[in-house]
């Protein structure tokens, strides 16, 4: 399943569209916090696919854990993750 999660956007020109995908078989929390008045977290379920709207020099932190902990596995320039075509995207449209 495909998620489209726009937090509100000041300008929308001035963001990127970013694709992530959780590969693995565990519960993953991504969240961007390098951006100062910004937030964005979200639940990201095994082979979940998530698409977000972000400023290109934001950070995607992935967090992989049980349900009393989490460790941080993953930082991911979301330039890394820009949707340059929505057909490279596989299944999204």
Known sequence: MTHLLNPPLSNDSHYILCYFVNNTSQVQIARISNIPGWFFERVVFPGQRLMFKAPPNACLEIYT????????????????????SLTSVGGCC
Do not use: N, T
């Not at 854990?65 to 340059?84: F, Y």
């Open 65 to 84: 854990g049980e349900m009393v902990s989490s460790l941080l596995c993953d930082r991911i320039d979301c330039r890394q993750l820009q949707v340059l």
